[in-house]
């Protein structure tokens, strides 16, 4: 027998990088309910009572200004629940410094070119870049099981502070989890640890007690194939979590993006997902390598599939693509690839039409990871029979 562990972690929506991602992802909402073909690519800093905006927005949107900017900050901070007068970032106090502008017309020439919708060649990616998607038989939404479980418990921690079940959590907070693997498969939770931020008259032994009840339960009743018997629990192990979000430590866009996606169990492109809009490949891209690659899942294809593929901006055709599927695979993988190029078209205009990602739909990306969540687009597989039947399978 092979055994091992992995470890994944997570975080809250109050983590301060949480923060920074949920202002970009709502400030690109705003703009694409107005204007499904506005560019955005937003960068947010956050600190001590203090938001700092950077990047291009273009748009037709006429009622775009500085004041609609700084309320999309303000409700994405208030509803996170940074309304606390006693912590140092709140809602109505902080200041927001916005200094977004045009995007470059360099960048704008490149890719856009015209009626894309009617010809998906007039619309040429946003960048260069490369982008992974994976998918793994191991869960039922097809993710590995550590980061699937660090997102439960980081949502189980929000939730249980939003519905006041727990009245002394704060939203800052953390989650780890150390699955055991015998023979490629997940049967056991090792460790479990959890850091929350908390008001500061509640007892450590209280918090580890009522997380400890309510959270083994969620782990328990969400993964009933793996043990939960005997895992070692850390809850808030450096004793005091009181000063946190972005007071605590400055967040920014960008920097969860292993969280975002397979929790280190598959390769990552390296390009962020938060405040752009889906023509920026770095997106899009890995929204469609996800869609692909759960597809080939969902066909019995391959036990675990992990596919790149690379782009040059203002190109709309795949530079790469690129299947492995780690000695899983049930038809030869030259058959699995050639079925893939047959099923979809992976230029970025058709990703964009197949998947409908000019609606504001990003706003829910920004916490809880981007992959395994059953309401997102590309988490659909409505192509499995034609995959199947393109690879002979």
């Not at 990047?55 to 700084?70: M, N, P, R, V």
């Not at 979000?245 to 967040?251: F, L």
Request: with cysteine; charged share 25%.
């Amino acid at each position: 027998m092979t055994a091992w562990l992995f470890t994944s972690e997570s975080v809250t929506e109050g983590h301060p990088d949480k923060v920074a991602d949920r202002i970009s992802d709502s400030i690109l909402d705003r703009i694409l309910s107005e204007d499904p073909d506005g560019r955005v690519a937003c960068e947010t800093l956050t600190t001590t009572d203090r938001v700092v905006l950077a990047g291009e927005i273009s748009t037709s949107w006429s009622g775009l200004s500085d004041a609609a900017i700084e309320h999309e900050v303000r409700v994405a901070v208030a509803d996170i629940g940074y309304t606390l007068p006693d912590v140092a970032f709140n809602a109505d106090t902080l200041v927001v410094d916005n200094h977004l502008h045009e995007q470059s017309g360099d960048i704008a020439q490149g890719v856009d070119r015209g009626a894309w919708r009617q010809d998906p060649n007039l619309l040429g990616a946003g960048d260069q870049g490369i982008m992974f998607g994976y998918a793994t038989a191991e869960t039922a939404d097809r993710m590995p099981l550590p980061i699937q479980a660090a997102h439960l418990l980081a949502a189980s921690l929000t939730a249980l502070r939003k519905e006041r079940t727990i009245d002394y959590l704060r939203p800052d907070g953390k989650t780890q989890v150390t699955v055991r693997y015998e023979d490629g498969e997940p049967v056991a939770f090792e460790r479990v640890l959890v850091s929350t931020m908390h008001d500061e008259d509640v007892d450590q032994d209280q918090i580890a007690s009522d997380l400890g009840a309510h959270l083994a339960k969620a782990l328990a009743e969400a993964f009933p194939g793996t043990s939960i018997d005997g895992a070692e629990w850390l809850v808030n192990p450096t004793g005091r979590f009181v000063i946190g979000g972005p007071h605590g430590d400055a967040g920014l866009t960008g920097r969860k993006i292993i969280v975002d996606t397979y929790g280190g169990g598959a390769r990552h492109g390296g390009g962020a997902f938060s405040g752009k809009d889906p023509s920026k490949v770095d997106r899009s891209g890995a929204y469609a390598a996800r869609w692909v690659a759960k597809h080939v899942v969902e066909a019995g294809l391959a036990e675990r599939v992990e596919l790149q593929l690379a782009y040059a901006i203002g190109v709309p055709r795949p530079q790469s693509i690129h299947v492995e599927t780690f000695g899983t695979e049930r038809v030869d993988p030259v058959r699995i690839a050639g079925a893939i190029a047959e099923t979809f078209d992976l230029r970025p205009g058709a990703i964009l039409l197949d998947l409908g990602l000019t609606r504001p739909i990003y706003t829910p990306t920004a916490a809880y990871g981007h992959f395994g969540r059953p309401d997102f687009p590309w988490e659909a597989t409505p192509r499995v029979a034609e995959l199947k039947a393109a690879a002979g399978a």
